[in-house]
């Protein structure tokens, strides 16, 4: 599993970048195309952060599952329903990690920075 497959489904996610001539992290900002490719063309070392699903509020549930296609949602802590693209677009832009890239240590965990 590689942090490059994956990056850019999360444009507009928080990413800070390492500064190898200090070796000092930067602020957190959202993550542009340009980030992406400096990362995956130019190696640049950085942190991404993500939210779990199960970190999913119970408004941001409703509204996910206010958004057309899809099975409807049981238990928001398991994901048991489909994504239809417009949910698989929503949940992304939410910046939650739907690949196991905290678990793998591909991405921070937003709610313990």
Not at 27 to 54: A, N, P, Y
Request: aromatic letters at 10%; glycine letters at 6%.
């Amino acid at each position: 599993m590689k942090i490059e497959d994956y990056l850019h489904l999360y444009l507009g996610s928080e990413i800070r970048i390492l500064n190898t001539l200090t070796s000092e992290w930067s602020t957190w900002r959202k993550m542009t195309l340009r980030d992406c490719e400096l990362v995956t063309i130019h190696g640049l070392k950085f942190q991404l952060s993500l939210r779990r699903l199960d970190d999913m509020t119970e408004a941001e549930a409703k509204e996910l599952e206010s958004l057309t296609g899809g099975t409807p949602m049981q238990n928001i802590g398991t994901v048991y329903f489909q994504f239809s693209t417009e949910r698989f677009l929503w949940v992304l832009k939410q910046s939650f990690d739907l690949f196991g890239l905290i678990e793998s240590g591909l991405a921070i965990d937003k709610t313990k920075i």
